[in-house]
């Protein structure tokens, strides 16, 4: 009796070298999210009766507001835009079509520091308006305060919509001529056929695109510190440095992991239960809708708006103010942070490139549904904020630390010091951690367009995996590595929640140097580090834009 083999996807695992990699790499980036997601069963600390009666309620409230108006936010700006660029014809166009995707490049407490500083009570913005207007005092006028909640969903808005425009015009792009056709064969007009059809059609990517800007909002330390906007990531470093509780702590993380799964469970489930179905027409390949005379100069403003404020105004003010203040901002001091940015950003990425590649072609190797899961779990500290993964990170690693620290004082009679926890180790670990996903998503993208005829062709000529992923798959892989190794450089260079609390003793990078130069009101010197963090993500950014486009071009 004979039967069919089963298909690929459904064969049990192998036990092998790659599936072995794969469980590793799975359980090392699980220990941090896992130690915080079990202290939730473990006894409070001491002081966590006060902190959940005292600051826990305020830091929810805040943290709701916060992701309500950063959603609406991101969603106003991230939607008009992609509409406008891919539906609609007027003068700067093609130029927005990659422009409006750069403020991605520009950190969010940046922008904080350079916004109040321009529009503070000494600023130049007001001093002008006292001078233009007769105003003598700050009671003769009203102006607004950047400095509070409403700020921060804006300055998060300008910086995070790029992942709800990306995602949203590429569904805009994708939807059935036909489609919109019938609709203005039924009479409906431009905006009647965009609220009609094109929304509830892009409805899975605008939710896709929101959470990923709301996981950045909770997950940033710098904008709502120095806004004095009590937070969570707020609550978790002053817990830990200020009461000096790190139980207290830990529980703080594991209430934030909790508002993380709790929004990656409402993302996924919005998808789940709506299904839209494109039809087989053949998407959109010129702009239906063209603009003339007052329409397309409200469209170039709509779209020049977020790309003036989240990008062009920021660049000038920096680069006005590290020319000015050269001898303050261009120093020893200056080369010695760019150094250990370049290193952590380097090696992290290095990194980060070989794990995600041992990720991907092994479960291209073996696509069994206990890989995939394992997979998923590596790749979940993604959503998860740099705050909760620090104390996740420290706190195994300085148990490590003890353990060889006590049994080689009995022993040896010898202390081994703080060999991990006190380490760029624990940084690069928790960097990994953060941002693995990144480097895997880039990479399984490029291995899931190449044929796997194939690796059956190299196979059959005595290749083994190892010799095809080097010799076949690499060489076809170049741009998707760049990418990944180009996009988790950028984003360790200006991560600061998990750099600012495992950080080793006396060494700083750019981002911590800016925030505390911006915490202690010296500008002048937070901006050759700022400047440098902007441009080293601004180039990525528009080669990455610019492929985009390009591929995108029929």
């Known amino acids: 009796m004979s039967f069919l083999p089963l298909p690929r996807s459904l064969r049990p695992a192998r036990f092998d070298g790659w599936s072995l990699a794969i469980s590793l790499v799975a359980l090392v980036m699980m220990v941090p999210v896992l130690i915080i997601a079990l202290s939730l069963f473990t006894q409070p600390s001491t002081s966590w009766g006060h902190l959940a009666s005292t600051v826990l309620p305020e830091y929810i409230a805040n943290s709701l507001m916060l992701m309500l108006g950063v959603g609406l936010g991101?969603?106003?700006?991230?939607?008009t835009t992609a509409w406008l660029v891919s539906s609609c014809q007027f003068p700067g166009r093609a130029w927005?079509?990659?422009?409006?995707?750069?403020?991605?490049?520009?950190?969010?407490?940046?922008?904080?520091?350079?916004?109040?500083?321009?529009?503070?009570?000494?600023?130049?913005?007001?001093?002008?308006?006292?001078?233009?207007?007769?105003?003598q005092?700050?009671?003769?006028?009203?102006?607004?305060?950047?400095?509070?909640?409403?700020?921060?969903?804006?300055?998060?808005?300008?910086?995070?919509?790029?992942?709800?425009?990306?995602?949203?015009?590429?569904?805009?792009?994708?939807?059935?001529?036909?489609?919109?056709?019938?609709?203005?064969?039924?009479?409906?007009?431009?905006?009647?056929?965009?609220?009609?059809?094109?929304?509830?059609?892009?409805?899975?990517?605008?939710?896709?695109?929101?959470?990923?800007?709301?996981?950045?909002?909770?997950?940033?330390?710098?904008?709502?510190?120095y806004f004095s906007v009590p937070t969570f990531t707020t609550g978790i470093y002053r817990t830990w440095f200020g009461l000096g509780d790190r139980p207290?702590?830990?529980?703080?993380?594991?209430?934030?992991?909790?508002?993380?799964?709790?929004?990656?469970?409402?993302?996924?489930?919005?998808?789940?239960?709506?299904?839209?179905?494109?039809?087989?027409?053949?998407?959109?390949?010129?702009?239906?809708?063209?603009?003339?005379?007052?329409?397309?100069?409200?469209?170039?403003?709509?779209?020049?708006?977020?790309?003036?404020?989240?990008?062009?105004?920021?660049?000038?003010?920096?680069?006005?103010?590290t020319l000015a203040n050269a001898d303050a901002s261009l120093n020893g001091n200056f080369l010695v942070l760019s150094r250990n940015s370049l290193i952590l950003a380097s090696l992290s990425a290095l990194v980060a490139l070989g794990?995600?590649?041992?990720?991907?072609?092994?479960?291209?190797?073996?696509?069994?549904?206990?890989?995939?899961?394992?997979?998923?779990?590596a790749n979940l500290g993604y959503a998860v904020p740099g705050?909760?993964?620090?104390?996740?990170?420290?706190?195994?690693?300085?148990?490590?630390?003890?353990?060889?620290?006590?049994?080689?004082?009995?022993?040896?009679?010898?202390?081994?010091?703080?060999?991990?926890?006190?380490?760029?180790?624990?940084?690069?670990?928790?960097?990994?951690?953060?941002?693995?996903?990144?480097?895997?998503?880039?990479i399984d993208s490029g291995l899931a367009q190449i044929k796997p005829s194939l690796d059956d062709a190299a196979r059959s000529l005595g290749q083994s995996p190892g010799q095809t992923l080097t010799q076949v798959h690499i060489?076809?892989?170049?741009?998707?590595?760049?990418?990944?190794?180009?996009?988790?450089?950028?984003?360790?260079m200006k991560e600061l929640p998990a750099t600012l609390i495992i950080r080793p003793f006396n060494f700083d990078t750019l981002?911590?140097?800016?925030?505390?130069?911006?915490?202690?009101?010296?500008?002048?010197?937070?901006?050759a580090p700022a400047l440098a963090i902007l441009l080293v993500g601004l180039g990525p950014v528009i080669w990455l834009s610019r492929q985009i486009t390009r591929e995108e071009r029929p």
């Open 74 to 79: 991101v969603v106003g700006l991230g939607v």
């Open 96 to 135: 927005f079509q990659w422009l409006l995707l750069l403020p991605l490049a520009a950190p969010t407490y940046i922008l904080a520091y350079l916004y109040t500083d321009t529009l503070e009570y000494f600023g130049p913005v007001q001093t002008l308006l006292r001078g233009v207007f007769g105003w």
């Open 137 to 225: 005092r700050a009671s003769d006028y009203w102006f607004p305060n950047l400095r509070s909640l409403g700020g921060a969903m804006l300055l998060f808005s300008l910086t995070l919509y790029p992942y709800v425009y990306l995602l949203a015009r590429v569904a805009f792009l994708e939807q059935s001529t036909a489609t919109l056709e019938a609709s203005r064969s039924l009479g409906c007009g431009p905006w009647r056929s965009f609220w009609s059809v094109a929304l509830p059609l892009a409805r899975p990517a605008i939710a896709t695109g929101t959470a990923l800007a709301l996981m950045e909002t909770l997950n940033d330390f710098g904008t709502v510190a």
């Open 248 to 321: 207290g702590a830990v529980q703080l993380a594991a209430v934030l992991l909790l508002f993380i799964a709790a929004l990656v469970w409402l993302e996924q489930r919005s998808r789940r239960q709506t299904r839209y179905y494109q039809g087989q027409g053949a998407a959109l390949a010129h702009c239906p809708y063209r603009l003339r005379g007052w329409r397309g100069g409200v469209a170039w403003a709509i779209c020049a708006g977020p790309v003036g404020l989240g990008l062009v105004l920021p660049v000038l003010l920096l680069l006005a103010m």
């Open 355 to 377: 794990l995600a590649l041992v990720l991907a072609y092994g479960l291209r190797l073996r696509p069994s549904p206990r890989l995939q899961l394992q997979v998923q779990a």
């Open 387 to 442: 705050s909760v993964i620090a104390v996740g990170t420290l706190i195994p690693l300085g148990r490590l630390d003890n353990a060889i620290d006590g049994w080689l004082r009995q022993t040896l009679g010898v202390s081994s010091g703080l060999l991990l926890s006190g380490t760029v180790v624990a940084l690069i670990l928790a960097y990994l951690v953060r941002f693995l996903a990144v480097a895997f998503g880039a």
């Open 475 to 492: 060489p076809l892989l170049r741009g998707s590595l760049l990418t990944a190794l180009l996009m988790v450089f950028v984003d360790v």
């Open 511 to 527: 981002a911590v140097r800016v925030y505390q130069y911006a915490s202690d009101e010296r500008l002048v010197e937070a901006a």
